[in-house]
């Protein structure tokens, strides 16, 4: 990783090499197909094909929602603390790939014809393990974005890249079970062919991650140096944070508008537009793909939280408009959507950054664990709320599953099931995002608060690393 001075009396800001991002989109990649394809096919996998009911679905994600509550700010604390020849992420993120790809597959083995209960523990059971290994899996990667430099821009344009690969991840998420799940005809045949692509999906991503590790090294300054806080103290000063209870807040209503969009895109091409998921798939990744190197340009004449919420507007009116649009129509609602989440996809994590840069400030420590794991405790729950409102808005719209119609996709849905699968893929949505937007305005890092914080940052890990070449020299023979 290169260094260049961005002046005398400020410290040196780091620059992230291209191999460097390459690395890191890589990790990104194998985790956005994962989890992308969990998104997508866990609520169509159970309710529709193996025909759970909603309330077992509620209960599962319930007590999901709950085990999250426990292992994000646990893992983000442990991750801080760590001490290894590797450093603080890195053995995470070795080491718990294979976990990662052997839980995830599980997921998609719920015995077929067995009673509710049975195919309820086997989602529940299954769901904690892979979520305690994603859990794991995007803290040490995510933390490493606010690490590695100091500077907005540079962390831009590692959010960028790693964005680029997470879309290709995303769209190869819909496309893989697209091509092996069951459409018609006979159950057995389709559900096996979706499990073994699931298999081969799990190892290629944990593949993807384990080589990252090897490639991306970490800063030793801030686990060899900085000295932890007392687990009382990082917490307080974790959730006493303005700037994060704002930010968190906003990121719950963004992840759940992501959650219950992906959740919703099958049922939408399926049932409302009746003309397959490519060209859904189409109208959204096009744009978003194009959209998100163009973010560079809208960072240079607006801060991060000002250009954020004007994508969040976007995104919102697009999606609220996409709830009312003949059926033919939908497709540049998504488009448009998809143009706006360019932004939310690549600005989100800049503000934590910032967020986690008043802390060391304030603190003196680098706890980036801390913040992943804090904001975790509150968004995850949001994965759950979306799955559990699809469930309950289809039952509530009378939609008439796969299972109940001998293993075959039933079209002629009644009108009500049909607005129940808009209003879960727009008008929910929607009006979140716009709710998040109004939030934002209360964030306190803009203007010239954002620049000091920026500048002691600076000094402060120059200072850092002074002391660690220190260290380094005392130890050297």
Known sequence: METTRSGSNSGQIRKISSKTRIHYGLASLGMAVVSGIYAVMLTIYYQDYLGLGAKWIALAMGIYAVWNAFNDPIFGQITDRTRSKWGRRIPYLRFTAPFFALTFSLVWFAPENAPDATQFAWMLVTMLLYDTTYTILGLVHGTLLPELSESDQERGKLSIVSSLFGLLGTLIGFLVPDFFRPKAG????????????????????????ILSSYKIKERNEFSLVDEPLDWWLAIKSTLTSKSFIVFVIANFM????????????????????????????????????????????????????????????????????????????????????????????????????????????????????????????????????????????????????????????????????????????????????????????????????????????????????????????????
Request: aromatic share 8%; proline share 4%; hydrophobic share 55%.
């Open 186 to 209: 006979s159950m057995d045949v389709s559900l096996f062919s979706l499990q073994m692509s699931m298999i081969a999906v799990g190892v290629i991503a944990a593949a993807l991650i």
């Open 254 to 477: 963004n992840t759940f508008m992501f959650s219950i969009c992906m959740g919703a895109v099958y049922y939408v091409a399926d049932y409302v537009m009746q003309a397959g998921v490519i060209p859904v798939l189409a109208a959204l990744f096009i744009p978003l793909t194009i959209g998100v190197p163009l973010v560079q340009i809208v960072l240079k004449k607006m801060e991060p939280v000002v250009a954020f919420q004007a994508y969040l507007v976007v995104c919102g009116l697009s999606l609220i408009v996409l709830t009312f649009l003949p059926a033919d129509l939908i497709p540049i609602s998504i488009a448009i959507f998809g143009f706006g989440y360019s932004g939310v996809q690549v600005i989100n994590y800049l503000l934590l950054g910032q967020v986690i840069d008043e802390d060391e400030v304030n603190t003196g420590v680098r706890r980036e664990g801390s913040y992943y794991g804090a904001n975790a405790l509150v968004t995850k729950p949001a994965q759950s709320l979306a799955v559990t409102i699809t469930a309950a808005a289809l039952a509530a719209g009378q939609f008439v599953t796969r299972d109940s119609n001998a293993g075959i996709i039933f079209l002629d849905q009644p009108e009500s099931a049909l607005f129940a699968i808009r209003a879960v893929m727009g008008l929910i949505p929607g009006v979140t995002l716009l709710v998040a937007a109004a939030i934002l305005m209360a964030f306190p890092l803009r203007g010239k608060r954002l620049a000091a914080v920026k500048a002691e940052i600076l000094r402060m890990h120059a200072e850092k690393h002074e002391k660690l070449e220190a260290m380094e020299d005392q130890l050297a023979p």
